[in-house]
């Protein structure tokens, strides 16, 4: 197996060979993935102190992943900075790899490369990749009594959304806010044939995360909408739909999470309208306003 050169690839290595790693190493490559800008710029002894994970395991890591050492694998997450040194520009992330921002304060061209970059992530959402999971998703709706929606920070607007399409297209369902400090009483209400669909993205806020190991203890199908199964959430779910939006200095689109929201709530409508048990009329769906 060649060697992943840029950092896509390195996320795709990671992910291929998870199952293999130990639970160190997993912890590690995790923070690989999380703190690209901290592994390019920092020794591994510096970055065992921030992660609070032995400066060997990175070492051990790097050698799984067929690299010589931490150095070579160091230099993937060097490579970008370094094709941007000596300039003002930014990068703006996306599933294809990076798009030069050239001027930062040039409006236009933010939205240009931008609109761009969302364009490279829909693409790639296109191609159907995710199908599977999709439908996945769909069958565990189906199933489930009530459906349950959480997502925090920026998550917030996709799992709003979601609520709100999935209870218009018939389909009983909670938003979990969090309002008021009563998150865990929240979550406690899901019951096990229940189902919990969380959206949670880089750095994934922890109150997402700790409501999706609460509901998983208790039982709770759990389907993650997120950019990696390596995700503190994608490692517990029971199906993972992997979305990667375009992103510039901390500026996440949510353009695809949107439309893994508007696919799931569409496709629950019309595999219900379909089903001899379906509730919904063509006339319905037409005034759905979602």
Request: net charge negative.
């Amino acid at each position: 197996m060649a060697l992943p050169e840029t950092l896509p690839e390195l996320r795709d290595c990671i992910a291929a060979q998870h199952e293999q790693l130990t639970g160190r190493l997993r912890d590690a490559a995790r923070f690989l993935i999380d703190n690209p800008h901290e592994i390019a710029l920092n020794t591994v002894a510096e970055l065992g102190k921030r992660s609070s994970i032995a400066p060997s395991a990175y070492i051990r890591l790097a050698q799984a992943l067929g690299f010589a050492g931490f150095k070579d694998l160091q230099r993937v997450f060097r490579a970008p900075l370094q094709q941007a040194a000596d300039t003002h520009s930014e990068r703006i992330r996306h599933f294809g790899g990076e798009t030069l921002l050239e001027d930062p304060s040039d409006v236009g061209g933010i939205l240009r490369e931008f609109s761009q970059a969302n364009i490279v992530s829909l693409e790639h959402l296109a191609e159907g990749g995710e199908q599977a999971n999709i439908e996945a998703a769909i069958v565990h709706l189906q199933g489930a009594r009530t459906t349950f929606v959480i997502g925090m920070r920026r998550a917030f607007p996709v799992a709003a959304y979601l609520s709100y399409a999935l209870s218009r297209v018939g389909r009983r369902t909670v938003h979990i806010s969090g309002a008021g400090g009563t998150l865990p009483e929240q979550v406690s209400a899901i019951a096990d044939d229940d189902l919990l669909i969380a959206v949670s993205f880089p750095p994934y806020a922890n109150d997402t995360v700790e409501a999706c190991r609460q509901a998983t203890q208790a039982g709770v199908t759990l389907v993650a909408i997120t950019d990696s199964v390596l995700s503190p959430i994608g490692q517990i779910a029971d199906t993972v739909i992997e979305v990667n939006d375009a992103e510039l200095l901390g500026f996440r689109s949510l353009t695809a999470s949107f439309c893994i929201a508007q696919t799931l709530a569409m496709g629950l409508a019309f595999s219900e309208r379909q089903s001899d048990s379906g509730t919904l009329s063509h006339d319905r769906l037409e005034d759905i306003d979602c």
